[in-house]
């Protein structure tokens, strides 16, 4: 059981091609967020999960009508 728990916290690889400039933005935000490049995309994928989560949940759940 211990090890299913540590198999399923591991993190995954990810080869990810990105523009210099992407590159370059990415990396003065992480800079100012004293994150690493790596940690500040998977902190904005973090946050885009969440907020797409937040936004699929049915209209009465969060008391509003979808567009």
């Not at 990810?16 to 490049?37: K, M, N, T, V, Y």
Request: charged letters at 40%; proline letters at 3%.
């Amino acid at each position: 059981m211990e090890e299913q728990n540590k198999k399923d916290r591991a993190k995954k690889q990810l080869l990810l091609r990105l523009s210099p400039g992407l590159w370059q933005e990415l990396a003065a935000w992480a800079e100012d967020d004293f994150r690493s490049i790596n940690g500040q995309i998977e902190y904005l994928l973090n946050e885009c999960v969440k907020k797409r989560k937040k936004s699929d949940r049915p209209a009465a759940e969060t008391g509003e009508e979808k567009a």
